[in-house]
C-alpha cells in the first residue's frame, strides 16, 4: 500500500475530471489502496450534485473541466454552500502553469493543486501531508455542519490548548466560528494574535473587514498596507483596500489598486464587477465596459454571478455609444436572471439607454409604463435605481411623468436623507430641467421631516425617558421603513432601553428583526457589528 499511514477503505474519493482516461487512472490508483468509495463525475454540474448529496473526504478536481462551470467555481460555490468543511482536502488537478493560473486557483484556497501528468508518488506526497491534518478535524467539521458552534468552539480550543505550537488552521476556524456566532470582537482578538505570531495574510484580511466593518478604514487600510507588502499575490487584500479608498472618496487610488488586482487574477466576477463600478463613477466608461464584459463572461456558470454585471455593462455600453450592445445586455440579463426586481431594473436602464443615445420617443414609451408602476403603488426597487428611474421620468417624460418623477424623488430622499451624493445628483437633474426651486423645497422639506422624526427618539434616550424614545423610534420607522439610518438608530434606543430596564422578550425581538432589516437596506454600515454584538450579548444573557 502506497500511503501506508492511512486507512483508505475509511474515506469517501470524488473524482471529478472531464477525461475518461484521468478519472480512470485516478480511480485504479485510489482502488489499488483499499480506497473503497470512489465517486467519478465528469463536470462541474454532476461534482455540485455530487458534493450536495453528501460529505467527501477527498476531492480530485480538474481545473477545467469543458462547458459549464470549472474545477474553481465549483470549490468556490461547495464552499459557500458549507458543503466542503475544514475536513476535507481539495486538491485541484490543472494543465497548465502561469501566474494568472495559480492565482486563480489558490484565490479559492484548495488545499493544494497538481500539474498535470503528475506521478502516484507526486499525489502519495499530498494526500500523505494533507490527510492526517484532516482527519484530526473531523468532530469539529461536524459540529459545523450541525451548526453547533459552540461545540466547535469548545474543541478548537480543547485542541490549541494541548498543542506544543500555535495551530494556525485552528485558529483560523475558530475566527471563523466566532463571526458566525455574532461575536466579532472575540474574533479580532484573535486574528491580533495570529499577526503577532505569523504573516497569514488571510488573517491580516479577516482583521481588516472587521475594522472596515466598524467605521475604522485608516486601521484596516494599514493592515492591508502590510499585508500588500509581504503578500503582494494575496488577490483579496486589493478588493479590501479598494473599498477602503471608496469610502475615503479616493475613487483614482481605488480604480488604480483593482486594475492591479485583476492582472494578478483577472477571472472573478465580483472583482471585475466592482472595477467596472469605480471606473464607471470616474467617468473611464470604456475601461467600466470591458470590465463588466469580462464580469459576465467569467461567471456565467459562478455562485459569484449578479444581475448587477449585466446591468453594468449595460449602462456602460449605453455610455459608450453602442446602443445595440446595451439592448443585448439588458436581454440577456432578462432572461438570465427572471426576477421582478431584476426585470424593472432592465427597463428603468432600457430608457436611460434610449435618452443617452437620442432615441427620446423610445424613452418616452419606457418613462411611461415606468409612471404606471409609480401611479399603481407597485414599485418596488433599491435605492440607486429609483434615482435613476427619478431621472428618467424627469429628463424623458412629459408633464404627468415629472409630477409623478416629484413623489419619487420625495420617497426616494425620506429614505436617504443623509446621502449627500445621491440627493445632489437628484438636485441637479430637476435644475437642468427647471425644476431646480421646486426640487430644492421639496429636498430639504423632506430632509428635515426624516431629521426630526430621527431625533427626537435619540433625544428622550439622552434623557432617560427609554420607554417614550421607543415608542417614538416606533412612529420612525413606521414613517420612515426604508431609512437605514432610522433603524439603526431605533435598534441603538431599543438596546438601550434594554440595558437599562432589563429584559424585555417583545423589544428583544423587534430588535433583532429591525437590524437585519437594517443589515439588509446598508450591509455595509459601520454600525452593524457594534450593534449585532450588543444585541448577541443581550440574547446570551436571557
Known amino acids: 500500500m502506497w500511503i501506508n499511514q492511512l486507512n483508505y477503505a475509511n474515506l469517501s474519493f470524488l473524482v471529478v475530471d472531464d477525461a475518461p482516461s484521468m478519472r480512470g487512472v485516478l480511480r485504479d490508483m485510489l482502488r489499488q489502496n483499499n480506497a473503497q468509495v470512489v465517486e467519478l463525475r465528469t463536470n462541474g454540474d454532476e461534482a455540485i450534485e455530487a458534493l450536495r448529496l453528501r460529505a467527501f473526504d477527498v476531492v480530485l478536481c480538474d481545473d477545467d473541466l469543458g462547458d459549464g462551470r470549472n474545477g474553481q467555481q465549483v470549490l468556490e460555490e461547495a464552499k459557500a454552500r458549507g458543503w466542503v468543511g475544514p475536513a476535507c482536502a481539495w486538491l485541484m488537478l490543472c494543465s497548465e502553469k502561469s501566474a494568472e493560473m495559480i492565482a486563480g486557483v489558490m484565490e479559492y484556497q484548495p488545499d493544494g493543486y497538481l500539474l498535470k501528468p503528475f506521478k502516484v508518488s507526486d499525489l502519495q506526497a499530498r494526500l500523505q501531508k494533507i490527510m492526517p491534518k484532516k482527519i484530526a478535524l473531523v468532530d469539529i467539521d461536524q459540529a459545523l455542519r450541525a451548526k453547533d458552534y459552540q461545540q466547535a468552539l469548545t474543541l478548537c480550543d480543547g485542541r490549541l490548548a494541548a498543542a506544543k505550537t500555535p495551530n494556525l488552521e485552528l485558529l483560523r476556524i475558530k475566527c471563523n466560528i466566532h463571526i458566525a456566532m455574532d461575536e466579532p470582537s472575540h474574533a479580532k482578538l484573535v486574528y491580533e494574535q495570529i499577526i503577532g505570531r505569523s504573516k497569514a495574510p488571510w488573517a491580516k484580511v479577516g482583521l481588516a473587514k472587521l475594522l472596515y466593518r466598524e467605521g475604522d478604514y485608516a486601521a484596516a487600510k494599514a493592515v492591508l498596507q502590510t499585508c500588500m507588502s509581504d503578500s503582494p499575490s494575496f488577490v483579496e487584500a486589493y478588493d479590501w483596500m479598494a473599498k477602503v479608498l471608496l469610502k475615503e472618496q479616493r475613487m483614482e487610488e481605488a480604480e488604480e489598486i483593482l486594475a492591479r488586482a485583476v492582472k494578478l487574477s483577472p477571472n472573478s466576477p465580483t472583482r471585475q464587477a466592482m472595477l467596472g463600478e469605480v471606473a464607471m463613477k470616474g467617468g473611464h466608461t470604456e475601461l467600466a465596459e470591458k470590465a463588466f464584459r469580462k464580469s459576465v463572461n467569467v461567471g456565467k456558470y459562478s455562485i459569484s454571478r449578479t444581475a448587477d454585471a449585466y446591468l453594468g ?42 435618452q443617452e443615445n437620442g432615441q427620446a ?8 409604463t415606468l409612471a404606471t408602476l409609480v401611479e399603481e403603488g407597485t414599485l418596488s426597487t433599491d435605492a440607486a435605481t429609483t434615482a435613476d428611474l427619478a431621472d428618467l421620468l424627469i429628463t424623458s417624460g412629459g408633464k404627468t411623468e415629472r409630477t409623478l418623477a416629484l413623489q419619487v424623488v420625495e420617497g426616494l430622499v425620506r429614505d436617504n436623507h443623509d446621502n449627500q451624493a445621491m440627493v445632489g445628483r437628484l438636485q441637479a437633474v430637476m435644475e437642468a430641467r427647471d425644476l431646480g426651486d421646486v426640487g430644492r423645497s421639496l429636498i430639504e422639506k423632506t430632509r428635515q421631516e426624516a431629521i426630526d422624526l430621527m431625533s427626537r427618539g435619540a433625544l428622550l434616550a439622552r434623557e432617560g425617558r427609554y420607554s417614550e424614545a421607543v415608542d417614538w423610534m416606533r412612529q420612525a420607522k413606521a414613517a420612515l421603513p426604508g431609512n437605514a439610518r432610522v433603524l439603526f438608530n431605533a435598534v441603538a434606543v431599543m438596546l438601550a432601553y434594554l440595558e437599562k430596564l432589563g429584559h424585555d422578550d417583545a423589544v428583544l425581538e423587534e430588535a433583532r428583526v429591525t437590524l437585519a432589516s437594517a443589515v439588509h437596506l446598508a450591509p455595509d454600515d459601520e454600525r452593524a457589528a457594534s450593534l449585532a454584538e450588543r444585541l448577541h450579548h443581550l440574547m446570551s444573557s436571557v
Not at 320 to 335: E, F, I, Y
Open 313 to 354: 455593462l449595460a449602462r456602460s455600453a449605453s455610455a459608450n455609444g453602442r446602443l445595440g450592445d446595451a439592448l443585448q445586455a439588458l436581454t440577456d440579463v432578462g432572461r438570465e436572471f427572471d426576477e421582478p426586481a431584476v426585470q424593472l431594473k432592465a427597463q428603468v436602464a432600457k430608457g436611460i439607454a434610449y
Open 361 to 368: 420617443d423610445k424613452a418616452l414609451d419606457v418613462a411611461r
